[in-house]
């Protein structure tokens, strides 16, 4: 995943000239009085304003922070994946281990039945005494010496050893997916804390335009391509090309009819969206499973070039995929685009394309 240093704002500072030349000897006194003066005249006299950034200066550092953003939302989007599937194998390895543990106490039980009885007759086995040890090291430090004894029931005193072994070796995996799960975790809440910086700066710049401004910065689809409009958010492509597959059409279908709602970032539907989320949604309704991120997206089916891009197809921007958007046809996409706009259309060359994969 490619690393992105974050640009921060260089602001013009005033700095006083400097002099060199010297007073003469005798003319000490006079300028350390001047030299009060001025001070004292400095003091009076407003601080120069610092110039506010352009518009095509805040554009561009908006543009900037909100591709990082997104970078960073499909890196808690990879984190919370990896989090989740790490959870559902804790739960499974869980689940295994308290069925083993129930099988070895119902194994222990029938032993103790089997020792109640020998001694009431007269005496204990070794091997039974040593099953019903309560120090699990121990039993399997002497569980070896006991079945190779003549005990009747050595099979019964190695298979509570074999479920003890198993039942550590659940428990060791079931500690390294909660290491797991820690981690990805972590890794989930230092990016989400990324996003929020990176769009709380974006917000402070905007605050300083108009709103008309601030539309048009918002208006851009992305960062580092000069956009081609594609209308207005809520229109529909006029003869919209047909899809290859009734997969492909119902994914189309799905994503148009997601136009208008908001940009969520970490959000796969149904009232907000961010791009792979909006990619897996439609996909998803036309049954066909995608990985949550767009950098996994990328990977999701055959690829494609761009002059073979059909309704239907993912489309990835940037050099390292962190946007992805829905091809549908006639040369455009449709696509969650930056957080402050709704799901909308634009060109397919808006951004900077990077490749494209055909879902099946």
Same mark, same amino acid.
């Given at each position: +995943? ?8 260089? =602001? ?20 350390? !009085? @001047?030299?009060? /003066? ?51 194998? #804790? ?9 083993? !543990? ?21 005496? +204990? ?14 039993? @399997? ?23 003890? =072994? ?14 797991? %799960? ?11 804390? %990324?996003?929020?910086?990176?769009? /709380? ?8 335009? !108009? ?29 919209? $090309?047909? $899809?290859?597959?009734?997969?492909? $059409?119902?994914?189309? &279908? ?24 909006? !990619? ?9 499973? #995608? ?17 073979? #891009?059909?309704? &239907? ?37 808006? +951004? ?9």
């Amino acid at each position: +995943m490619a690393e992105h240093r974050r640009r921060r704002w260089r =602001r013009p500072t005033y700095r006083k000239p400097w002099s060199s030349s010297r007073r003469p000897a005798l003319r000490v006194a006079a300028g350390i !009085t @001047l030299a009060g /003066a001025a001070t004292a005249g400095a003091l009076d006299t407003p601080a120069l304003a610092e110039p506010e950034p352009t518009l095509a200066e805040v554009e561009e550092r908006v543009d900037a922070l909100h591709h990082e953003a997104e970078q960073a939302t499909e890196a808690y989007n990879e984190a919370t994946e990896r989090a989740e599937e790490a959870e559902e194998e #804790l739960a499974e390895l869980s689940d295994r281990a308290a069925r083993r !543990t129930a099988e070895l106490n119902e194994a222990r039980d029938a032993l103790g039945a089997h020792a109640s009885a020998s001694y009431r007759s007269g005496g +204990m086995p070794a091997g039974l005494a040593l099953a019903l040890s309560s120090d699990p090291d121990d039993f @399997l430090r002497r569980a070896d010496v006991a079945s190779r004894t003549g005990d009747r029931q050595a099979q019964q005193v190695r298979e509570i050893s074999e479920k003890l =072994r198993e039942i550590d070796q659940l428990r060791d995996e079931a500690d390294e997916r909660a290491e797991t %799960v820690e981690e990805a975790r972590r890794d989930a809440e230092e990016q989400r804390e %990324v996003v929020e910086e990176k769009l /709380a700066e974006a917000e402070e710049l905007l605050a300083t335009r !108009t709103a008309e401004e601030r539309e048009r910065v918002l208006a851009e689809e992305g960062h580092g391509a000069a956009p081609a409009r594609a209308g207005r958010d809520e229109a529909r492509p006029a003869g919209a $090309a047909e $899809a290859p597959t009734a997969r492909a $059409a119902t994914a189309v &279908g799905f994503a148009l009819a997601q136009l208008g709602k908001p940009y969520g970032w970490g959000a796969t539907g149904p009232d907000a969206f961010d791009c792979s989320g909006l !990619t897996l949604a439609s996909w998803g309704a036309a049954g066909v499973s #995608l990985p949550r991120t767009s950098y996994a997206q990328a990977t999701a089916g055959p690829r494609v070039t761009r002059s073979q #891009l059909a309704p &239907g197809d993912l489309v990835f921007y940037y050099p390292d995929n962190s946007h992805v958007a829905l091809y549908i046809g006639n040369g455009q996409i449709v696509h969650a685009a930056r957080s402050g706009t709704p799901v909308r259309l634009a060109d397919v060359d808006s +951004m900077p394309f990077n490749g494209a994969t055909r879902p099946a």
